[in-house]
């Protein structure tokens, strides 16, 4: 069986995570072109309220693959088979101005850990512990997960087992960091602006990036490429991008790899299927939709027929 | 032997075969800004927009999983146990396990689900010959060295507010997992050390459980129409002892029902839970007889419990408790030698009991747990309705505790687990190390040591001072 002590592992990470984390790499870089001037703040500052407008009412399939990198003719490469996870995550914003959230995420593969659901409810109030359920059909109920309040009180942690980390998913708290556009280049054959992150000194002792460089696309406001130092100044951490999509109006990147360059392994995130504004009945982000298998895929099967 | 060493071969080829044609960075050189993606890691990486992986037309297969494990045991420490059983280091299990899974959801609000296993025996594993249920186990069946076993088969349907399941399910109640004093309904093998956990343990029953839900309230019930027992250690495995009695089986021609409900909701941080049932126990009491020729006797008895769980979340810490009142228990008790027969005799009476088991979970960190819990029981009026010379094997307060840690390494894939379980009175312990490693999405190779301790007067004495080291290679599809 999935022992319950890895799965509890995973749970508080996915507490963290979830729906929100699947998307945020997204959005952490992605934004409205029209409204975003040079300003690094500025265009930060929209990635809260563009995040919210896409995690509500979605529903998300995607696929995480990692494995071991080295370098063949000059371009960057798997050694070995990867590892692949695909997940469905649905989600809705509730509460006071549509902050907290309620999501399901549940592994469709790999077979081991297949059926494995886990409820999270998320709460913007600060000091407000979110809550985690998780449904293992080996233990044959469902368990609380105690897990503390979001990123504020433990360390970055992996998501499922692949080098993004919970903090490489966080979004906002814009008032932690300095925030200066370095200047301009070019990436991927794109025009892109060079934006800077330094922490500030309370952020600092959360993170283990001192600073952190994006590469924006100036015409899509997507980044095309980030950059992850730690306090010796060494880069540790390089995210590319290399699918970018429009939806719904919004650019967004829909496969990111992160590479791990200490320990030379890489994960790749493909956000396979984005769908917004999708109708969720709110008896779905219960309980119940981790225990009863015929009320879960009945649901999703209809959630399904709206995406066509 | 050589299925083992085919397996790891294999599963070291598939982990390494694509390592040898392409040059293996080191941390010592920094990586090229120039560098991009091989676009055949992008493409077979990534969704190529054309075909997302997650929409391929779902196929029968799909429908299925397996997993093949081959798994070898053995008792590697010569010594006299506590009872003055002389061991020397054999092995105890060397067998290869086929589990299959389906889950279908072949109509809207419809499911059906099931699980079953096969195990093959190898030569030296003790069930290779010898090895035989004591008693039968539902759905088991066995050719030569090949045995099989129905786990999982129920079908649910799914109303707006409702759900029924029908079939051969697990229903598990309590908040301290491995050590509730309300997890009672399922029946339980262990049949060798090879399975510690309870979790693993668990025999599946037929039952029709009926669930109601709104909003945050669940209700539940469950039938038992043909309850099951926990079956005796199978013949020759290591818990077994020989008795020169027969052992009689619980009458089936008895009609037997078990039935019970439970409320539970949450509020903040918390699920609470209510419950009443009628059950029978598990294990059996048994009878021993009080002249040479007679038969030791199963006694089945029903009994209601009446309960209450709760949990409390508090950041990285989650505390649980459970409470149980059982009327109609049987307590084990022990008689006078007779006159004619020199031995003491086992026997029982029907007691109330309150039991309570707290316990709590704890993240040391995001790759480190700690679960905890102390099971606490308590016969009232212990000691009224004894005849003379008649006592109770238990004292006033009896239990178990369990301490489990867990740390993973190298993002997961490197699991270290420990499992540390034993009884108040302190006649018995078990502690184990297991180191569990993930190969790939499919192959996974665990190791680990068991240790089992006991005094002489305890149940398990025979035991006592084992040593246990095992291998299980695992291939999931």
Redesign the interface.
């Known amino acids: 069986m999935l022992k319950p002590h890895l799965i509890f592992k995973n749970a508080r990470v996915l507490n963290r995570l979830a729906l929100s984390a699947l998307l945020s790499l997204i959005t952490t870089a992605s934004f409205a072109a029209s409204e975003a001037g040079t300003n690094g703040r500025d265009i930060l500052e929209k990635l809260a309220d563009y995040q919210r407008s896409i995690t509500d009412s979605a529903f998300v399939k995607s696929r995480l693959s990692s494995c071991q990198y080295g370098i063949k003719a000059n371009k960057i490469t798997c050694v070995e088979d990867p590892r692949v996870k695909l997940l469905e995550a649905v989600g809705i914003n509730y509460g006071k101005e549509h902050k907290d959230t309620k999501n399901v995420t549940i592994v469709v593969s790999p077979a081991a850990e297949k059926g494995v659901g886990m409820l999270n409810y998320t709460y913007d109030e600060p000091g407000k512990d979110n809550e985690t359920w998780l449904y293992l059909s080996a233990l044959g109920k469902v368990k609380r997960i105690a897990s503390g309040n979001s990123e504020d009180d433990s360390e970055p942690a992996s998501l499922f087992g692949s080098e993004f980390t919970t903090e490489d998913t966080d979004t906002g708290k814009l008032d932690d960091y300095t925030i200066n556009v370095l200047g301009e280049a070019t990436e991927a054959g794109r025009p892109v602006w060079k934006i800077e992150t330094l922490p500030n000194a309370e952020r600092a002792r959360k993170t283990r990036y001192t600073r952190t460089v994006l590469y924006v696309d100036k015409e899509r406001y997507v980044s095309l490429r980030a950059e992850m130092y730690d306090k010796q100044a060494k880069e540790v951490k390089r995210l590319l991008t290399s699918k970018v999509d429009e939806i719904k109006g919004v650019w967004t990147a829909r496969s990111q790899t992160m590479m791990n360059l200490v320990t030379n392994r890489l994960s790749n995130m493909v956000r396979t299927e984005i769908n917004t504004d999708v109708s969720i009945p709110e008896d779905f982000l219960t309980q119940r939709t981790l225990t009863d298998v015929a009320f879960r895929e009945t649901t999703l099967e209809k959630l399904r027929t709206q995406l066509k | 032997m050589v299925s083992i060493v085919v397996i790891l071969l294999l599963a070291l080829f598939?982990?390494?075969?694509?390592?040898d044609?392409?040059?293996?960075?080191?941390?010592a050189t920094?990586?090229?800004n120039?560098?991009?993606?091989?676009?055949?890691?992008?493409n077979?990486?990534?969704?190529d927009?054309q075909e997302?992986?997650?929409?391929k037309t779902a196929s029968f297969l799909d429908k299925f999983?397996?997993?093949l494990s081959q798994q070898i045991y053995a008792q590697i420490n010569p010594h006299t146990t506590a009872s003055g059983v002389e061991k020397q280091p054999t092995i105890e299990d060397n067998r290869l396990n086929v589990l299959l899974k389906y889950?279908n959801?072949f109509l809207?609000?419809?499911?059906v689900?099931g699980s079953a296993q096969t195990k093959i025996y190898w030569p030296t594993d003790y069930d290779y010959e010898q090895g035989r249920s004591s008693q039968a186990i539902e759905l088991e069946q066995r050719v030569e060295s090949i045995e099989s076993r129905l786990n999982e088969l129920f079908i649910?349907?799914?109303f707006t507010n409702h759900?029924l399941k029908l079939g051969r399910q697990?229903?598990?109640?309590g908040e301290a997992?491995g050590n509730s004093v309300l997890d009672n309904i399922?029946t339980l093998e262990y049949r060798d050390f090879s399975i510690i956990e309870m979790?693993?343990a668990?025999l599946n029953q037929w039952f029709i459980a009926w669930?109601y839900?709104n909003?945050?309230l669940?209700a539940s019930t469950f039938v038992n129409l043909n309850p099951q027992f926990n079956p005796l250690p199978r013949i020759g495995s290591p818990a077994y002892v020989p008795i020169p009695f027969n052992i009689t089986d619980p009458d089936k021609d008895k009609y037997k029902l078990e039935v019970g409900s439970r409320l539970q909701w949450?509020v903040a941080?918390s699920?609470i839970a209510l419950m009443a049932a009628y059950l029978y126990e598990n294990p059996l009491h048994y009878a021993t007889p009080t002249s040479m020729t007679g038969d030791i006797i199963a006694k089945e008895n029903g009994y209601w419990l009446l309960g209450a769980s709760a949990?409390r979340?508090?950041?990285?810490?989650?505390l649980k408790l459970d409470l149980a009142y059982s009327q109609g228990l049987l307590a084990d008790t022990l008689t006078a030698p007779q006159t004619a027969f020199p031995f003491q005799g086992s026997s029982s009476i029907r007691k109330n009991q309150i039991a309570a088991t707290f316990g709590f979970?704890?993240?040391l960190?995001?790759?480190q747990?700690i679960?905890a819990s102390v099971q606490a029981r308590a016969f009232l009026d212990r000691t009224a309705g004894l005849e003379g010379g008649e006592s109770t094997v238990s004292g006033d307060i009896f239990g178990t505790w369990l301490i489990?840690y867990?740390h993973?390494f190298n993002?997961?894939?490197l699991?270290f687990?420990s499992d540390n379980r034993g009884s108040l009175n302190a006649d018995q312990a078990l502690t184990s190390a297991m180191l569990?490693y993930t190969l790939?999405?499919?192959w996974?190779i665990m190791g680990s040591v068991i240790g089992t301790f006991a005094t002489k007067d305890s149940s398990a004495a025979l035991l006592d001072n084992d040593v246990r080291v095992g291998l299980t290679i695992s291939y999931?599809?």
């Open positions: 598939c982990a390494t075969s694509n390592a044609q392409i040059q293996k960075k080191t941390s920094p990586l090229s120039d560098l991009t993606l091989d676009d055949g890691l992008s077979s990486l990534s969704f927009g997302p992986v997650m929409e999983t397996f997993k889950q959801s809207p609000t419809w499911n689900q649910s349907k799914s759900t697990t229903l598990v109640w997992e399922n979790e693993d668990r669930d839900f909003e945050d669940r949450s941080h699920d949990n979340a508090m950041g990285k810490l989650l979970d704890y993240a960190s995001n790759e747990s679960t489990r867990s993973s993002n997961g894939n699991l687990t569990s790939s999405d499919h996974s999931s599809h």
